[in-house]
């Protein structure tokens, strides 16, 4: 593998990863914009702008950009997220030219036409519906608006009925002249490419986009915690529980995820294996962390009968509280595995390749090499893990959501408090 970085005149970067093995390519821009960008009355706009992008430009119809792609065989896709947006297609190694020219012609040359905006409105209510339709969704949502209230990263992406309706096309076009410029996108590809190509034909492509940087999101701010009940009739209770985590470039993330996996990361997970192979009290049980720029959430997820809510929860405290003092080794060890060969295995594919070295630019600057994450990997210890641990439970009191029917549900606040309580025991130790 040969990784190449080249910045542009407009601050654009081009990052690229030959992989001569391949006879097909991912390519893909990746903005720093998202949906924590977005002012109160832009809510769900960066999102709409990420689907109206193929709706037309002034060169090709919305059916034509997706009919070039597809008749030589391509992919062509989009993606909206918290911090980023990304466009990225998949194809034959002769045809990445083409895929270049389509991507840049959907940035630089969108219509906005007023007809398709009005219909993809229509396109995206149904997508909110469906979401509140989704108990998964629901919580999360609920989850994440508990978490960080008035602010835009705890808002929804999708945006709400009435947001949309405001929308028109200088709206559009004004957002992406604004947050779509030079120093903050990345050009990134991986498998059967020419670095040198690639950089020449986004030079051409992509010439136009301002090259001074963009203005910044807000700094994010972690809420109090507490509990959230939310009743809907329901066959399961649906519980989430979060906490504070860390940003994307602090020094115990790393620990933080081995944290994660060894609480809640797989089948031989300390939650997975209490609460479903030894009580039966769920399906489906997990942790998660995402990081950000500035701050990062720290979760759980798990479905329940709702009379078997209480139970659940005080389960889950226990866990938690025991897993910060307990850590073993062997734990470690195998979360440590664990990430090791996620990352080898994203090396396999040149469209997670691709995505990795676009988010090491918009994050650190530079791509970091394989020998690098590997090494931050190792470098985790039991005690590095144990003081992440206790960091975590230091930084933040925990929020809870529940949703679903039954009165099982109202232990949700003792559930909060009962963290809270043990948390403090676990730090005076």
């Given at each position: 593998m040969?990784?190449n970085v080249?910045?542009?005149?407009?601050g654009?970067?081009v990052?690229?990863?030959?992989?001569?093995?391949?006879?097909t390519?991912?390519?893909?821009?990746?903005?720093?914009?998202?949906?924590?960008?977005?002012?109160?009355d832009?809510?769900?706009?960066s999102?709409?702008?990420?689907?109206?992008?193929?709706?037309?430009?002034?060169?090709?119809?919305?059916?034509?950009?997706?009919?070039?792609?597809?008749?030589v065989?391509?992919?062509?896709?989009?993606?909206?997220?918290?911090?980023t947006?990304a466009?990225?297609?998949?194809?034959?190694?002769?045809?990445?030219?083409?895929?270049?020219?389509?991507?840049?012609?959907?940035?630089?040359?969108p219509?906005f036409?007023?007809?398709?905006?009005e219909?993809?409105k229509?396109v995206?209510?149904?997508?909110?519906?469906a979401a509140?339709?989704?108990?998964?969704?629901?919580?999360?949502?609920?989850?994440?608006?508990?978490?960080?209230?008035?602010?835009?990263?705890?808002?929804?992406l999708?945006?709400?009925?009435?947001?949309?309706?405001r929308f028109?096309?200088?709206?559009?076009h004004?957002?992406?002249?604004?947050?779509?410029?030079?120093p903050?996108?990345?050009?990134?590809a991986?498998?059967?490419?020419e670095?040198?190509?690639?950089?020449?034909e986004?030079e051409?492509?992509?010439?136009?986009?301002?090259?001074?940087?963009?203005?910044?999101p807000?700094?994010?701010?972690?809420?109090?915690?507490?509990?959230?009940?939310?009743?809907?009739?329901?066959?399961?209770a649906?519980?989430t529980?979060?906490?504070?985590?860390?940003?994307?470039?602090?020094?115990?993330l790393?620990?933080l995820?081995?944290?994660?996996s060894v609480l809640?990361?797989?089948?031989?997970?300390r939650l997975?294996?209490e609460?479903?192979?030894?009580?039966?009290?769920?399906?489906?049980?997990?942790?998660?962390?995402?990081?950000y720029?500035d701050?990062?959430?720290?979760?759980?997820?798990?479905?329940t009968d709702p009379?078997?809510?209480?139970?659940?929860?005080?389960?889950?405290v226990?866990?938690?509280?025991?897993?910060?003092?307990?850590?073993?080794?062997?734990?470690?060890?195998?979360?440590?595995a664990q990430?090791?060969?996620?990352?080898?295995?994203?090396?396999?594919?040149?469209?997670?390749?691709?995505?990795?070295l676009?988010?090491h630019?918009l994050?650190?600057?530079?791509?970091?090499?394989?020998?690098e994450?590997?090494a931050?990997?190792d470098?985790?210890?039991?005690?590095?893990?144990?003081?992440?641990?206790?960091?975590?439970?230091?930084?933040?009191?925990?929020?809870?959501?529940?949703l679903?029917?039954?009165?099982?549900?109202?232990?949700?606040?003792?559930f909060?408090?009962g963290l809270?309580?043990?948390?403090?025991r676990?730090?005076?130790?």
């Amino acid at each position: 593998m040969s990784v190449n970085v080249t910045k542009l005149s407009s601050g654009l970067t081009v990052v690229t990863d030959d992989m001569p093995h391949l006879e097909t390519a991912a390519l893909g821009v990746w903005t720093g914009v998202g949906g924590r960008d977005e002012k109160p009355d832009e809510h769900g706009i960066s999102h709409l702008l990420e689907h109206m992008a193929f709706k037309g430009t002034t060169t090709r119809s919305s059916r034509a950009i997706a009919e070039e792609i597809e008749a030589v065989g391509g992919d062509l896709n989009a993606a909206t997220g918290v911090e980023t947006t990304a466009y990225y297609a998949r194809v034959m190694k002769a045809d990445v030219p083409l895929a270049l020219d389509v991507l840049s012609d959907i940035l630089s040359n969108p219509i906005f036409d007023a007809k398709e905006l009005e219909c993809e409105k229509g396109v995206i209510e149904q997508e909110i519906g469906a979401a509140q339709d989704t108990p998964d969704d629901v919580v999360f949502e609920q989850l994440n608006e508990l978490c960080y209230p008035d602010q835009p990263i705890g808002r929804s992406l999708l945006g709400t009925p009435e947001t949309l309706e405001r929308f028109n096309s200088d709206m559009l076009h004004g957002y992406l002249k604004t947050h779509y410029r030079g120093p903050d996108m990345v050009v990134a590809a991986a498998g059967a490419i020419e670095h040198g190509m690639v950089v020449a034909e986004v030079e051409r492509r992509f010439a136009g986009f301002d090259a001074a940087p963009p203005p910044q999101p807000a700094a994010a701010t972690f809420g109090h915690g507490g509990s959230r009940v939310v009743h809907r009739d329901l066959e399961q209770a649906h519980l989430t529980l979060a906490l504070e985590g860390v940003p994307q470039t602090d020094g115990s993330l790393f620990s933080l995820q081995v944290f994660t996996s060894v609480l809640g990361g797989g089948m031989s997970s300390r939650l997975f294996q209490e609460v479903r192979e030894k009580r039966g009290l769920c399906y489906s049980i997990y942790t998660f962390h995402a990081p950000y720029a500035d701050t990062g959430l720290f979760g759980l997820y798990t479905g329940t009968d709702p009379s078997d809510a209480p139970e659940m929860m005080e389960v889950i405290v226990d866990v938690i509280s025991e897993a910060v003092e307990t850590l073993t080794e062997a734990e470690i060890a195998r979360a440590k595995a664990q990430m090791k060969a996620g990352l080898l295995m994203a090396l396999e594919s040149c469209s997670a390749r691709a995505e990795q070295l676009a988010r090491h630019m918009l994050v650190y600057g530079r791509p970091q090499s394989v020998g690098e994450l590997t090494a931050r990997i190792d470098a985790v210890s039991v005690e590095s893990t144990r003081d992440a641990a206790r960091g975590l439970l230091a930084r933040s009191r925990p929020a809870v959501v529940a949703l679903g029917s039954g009165r099982g549900l109202d232990s949700a606040v003792a559930f909060a408090e009962g963290l809270a309580q043990s948390k403090a025991r676990i730090l005076l130790h």
